[in-house]
């Protein structure tokens, strides 16, 4: 079963999502079977890259709220990290642009190293007192401390052109299915979940799509049932005339 999530660096309720999902993904009997694709959304596309600053006050512009109201809404979804195990700073964080990060995951997608690389950067990003916008070598040390190559990691940055269709591809393939917000969870292209819902929402949704998967059925000839006709097989290939 696949598992596809669609989430930005940027998103503070996609940090705590990962966690919860993969609370339940641990305690699901199948979870050696299940595939986790980390897709990309950028919650604000537009933004300039190298506009970077703090995120109280950005937040407090965007929603129209007092800054204290924002940082209120800091300190709550920090609780709710800690209630998860994760650290969280609520005072002092930055925001910018995340293209360039999405395109650094999509290179690590094809190292076989994505996960790693995501969870490193929301730590970074939410925990860690470096920034991790505007320094694309502080994002070459993550990628590093993840497994990659830092000079290929370093040439991907440098070049803007690579992995950016991939990252595009990623966000109209959201846009198609629904998606208007991030953490957004895919079980299998049958069903999905939008938000950092509690784990036990998870387990309840790994368990029936699992469940619920269409086995696969297969056509035959009606004249010849049970015939598996021109097949190769660990013994050898069908001859055609022989029986």
């Known amino acids: 079963m696949r598992v596809e999530v669609w989430s930005d660096i940027a998103c503070p309720w996609c940090y705590v999502g990962k966690a919860r999902f993969e609370k339940a993904l641990a305690a699901f009997p199948h979870r050696d079977e299940v595939e986790v694709v980390h897709r990309s959304f950028e919650l604000d596309p537009n933004f300039p890259k ?33 209630a998860e195990g994760l650290e969280y700073r609520a005072e002092g964080r930055d925001h910018g642009n995340t293209f360039d990060m999405h395109r650094l995951l999509h290179f690590a997608g094809e190292r076989g190293r994505r996960d790693e690389l995501v969870s490193l950067l929301y730590r970074a990003n939410f925990a860690g007192e470096r920034s ?13 401390a993840a497994g990659l190559d830092a000079d290929e990691a370093r040439a991907v940055l440098a070049d803007p052109d690579r992995y950016a269709d991939e990252v595009r591809a990623d966000e109209r393939e959201a846009a198609a299915l629904g998606a208007t917000g991030v953490p957004f969870f895919v079980l299998d292209r049958r069903y999905g979940i939008s938000g950092a819902q509690p784990a036990e929402v998870f387990a309840q949704a790994l368990a029936r799509a699992w469940d619920e998967r269409a086995p696969l059925k297969t ?10 006709a021109s097949v190769c097989g660990p013994d050898g290939c069908a001859v055609p005339g022989r029986s």
């Open 132 to 144: 991790v916008f505007g320094d694309d070598a502080h994002l070459v040390e993550l990628a590093a």
């Open 50 to 82: 190298d506009d970077v600053g703090p995120v109280v006050p950005l937040i407090a512009r965007k929603y129209g709220i007092t800054e204290e109201q924002a940082q209120a809404n800091e300190r709550n979804i920090g609780a709710n990290a800690a």
């Open 219 to 228: 056509i035959t000839d009606p004249a010849r049932p049970g015939d598996d």
